[in-house]
C-alpha cells in the first residue's frame, strides 16, 4: 500500500467565526496591552494639568491663561511613543498565536486611528470644561500657543487639530518601530529621517502649537486649510500604508544589533 500525498488547502477560520471577529479580538487584545501605558499617560495629564491647573488658577487669583493649553505637545509625542511601542511590543506575541502579519497590520492602524481620534475628543472636552470653569469664576480663557483656532469654543477646529498632529506622530512612531525591529539599530537610524516624515510634513502643514512660532520666524507661513488638512491625511496615510508593507514579510525575532 502507498501512501497518497495530498496538497493541504488554504487556511481557513473555525466554523462560525469571521475575519471581522477576529480583527475584533485582535483589536481588543492590543488595546488590553496598551492600557497601562496609555492609561498612566492619562491618569497623570488629568491630575497634572485639570486638576493642578485649577488648584494654581485659585492660589494665584486667577491669570486667566488656559493651563490645559500648556499641554499640547504632550499628546503629540507620548503617540509618537506608542507607535514605537506598537510593533516591537506585540508583534511576535500575536503572530506566535496565529495573527497574520496583515491582520496585525490592518488592526494597528485602525488602533491608531481610533486612538487619535479619542485622544482629540478628550482635548475638546477638556478645553470645554476648562471654559466652563474659568466662565465661572469670572476669567477669560487665554491661549499662548498658536492653533488653527482662535477660541476653544471652536471644537471642530480644535478635534481637526489635534486628530491630524497625533495621527501623523503616530505613524511616525509605527514606521520607526517597525524599521528598527525589522532593520536592526543601524540601518534604523539610517532610516529614521524617512519615519519622521509624517510628523514633520504635518508641523509644516499646520504650523500649530510650538512650532508655529519658531516657522513664522522664517518667515514661512501655514498653507491654506484645504491644502494643509488633507494634505496631513494623505501622508498619514502612506505612513500607515508603508507600515503594512514593511510588516508583510518581516520575521518574528527583531533584527540583531
Not at 121 to 135: K, M, P
Not at 194 to 201: D, F, I, Q, S
Request: glycine content about 12%; overall charge positive.
Amino acid at each position: 500500500m502507498t501512501a497518497v500525498l495530498t496538497r493541504p488547502g488554504p487556511a481557513t477560520l473555525p466554523r462560525g467565526v469571521t475575519a471581522t471577529q477576529r480583527l475584533g479580538k485582535v483589536l481588543q487584545a492590543m488595546a488590553l496591552g496598551l492600557r497601562p501605558m496609555i492609561g498612566g499617560y492619562w491618569l497623570v495629564m488629568l491630575v497634572a494639568f485639570l486638576v493642578g491647573g485649577l488648584i494654581t488658577q485659585l492660589v494665584t487669583g486667577g491669570n486667566g491663561h488656559s493651563v490645559w493649553d500648556y499641554g499640547t505637545q504632550s499628546p503629540k509625542y507620548f503617540s509618537a511613543a506608542v507607535g514605537i511601542t506598537l510593533t516591537p511590543a506585540l508583534f511576535a506575541l500575536m503572530v506566535a498565536h496565529g495573527v497574520t502579519r496583515r491582520m496585525f497590520a490592518v488592526a494597528s492602524s485602525i488602533l491608531l486611528v481610533g486612538a487619535a481620534a479619542a485622544t482629540a475628543v478628550i482635548w475638546v472636552l477638556a478645553y470645554q470644561a476648562e471654559r466652563g470653569l474659568y466662565d465661572l469664576a469670572g476669567l477669560t480663557q487665554l491661549l499662548d500657543n498658536p492653533h488653527l483656532f482662535t477660541k476653544t469654543s471652536q471644537a471642530g477646529l480644535i478635534f481637526t487639530e489635534f486628530f491630524l498632529l497625533i495621527l501623523s506622530h503616530e505613524a511616525a512612531g509605527w514606521l520607526i518601530g517597525i524599521s528598527f525591529f525589522r532593520f536592526g539599530f543601524w540601518k534604523g537610524l539610517l532610516l529614521l529621517p524617512l519615519g519622521l516624515l509624517p510628523a514633520v510634513a504635518a508641523e509644516f502643514l499646520l504650523v500649530a502649537q510650538w512650532l508655529a512660532e519658531a516657522l513664522r520666524n522664517t518667515g514661512y507661513h501655514r498653507p491654506p486649510l484645504a491644502i494643509g488638512v488633507p494634505g496631513v491625511l494623505v501622508i498619514s496615510a502612506l505612513g500607515l500604508y508603508f507600515g503594512y508593507l514593511l510588516l508583510r514579510p518581516m520575521g518574528l525575532k527583531p533584527a540583531k544589533g
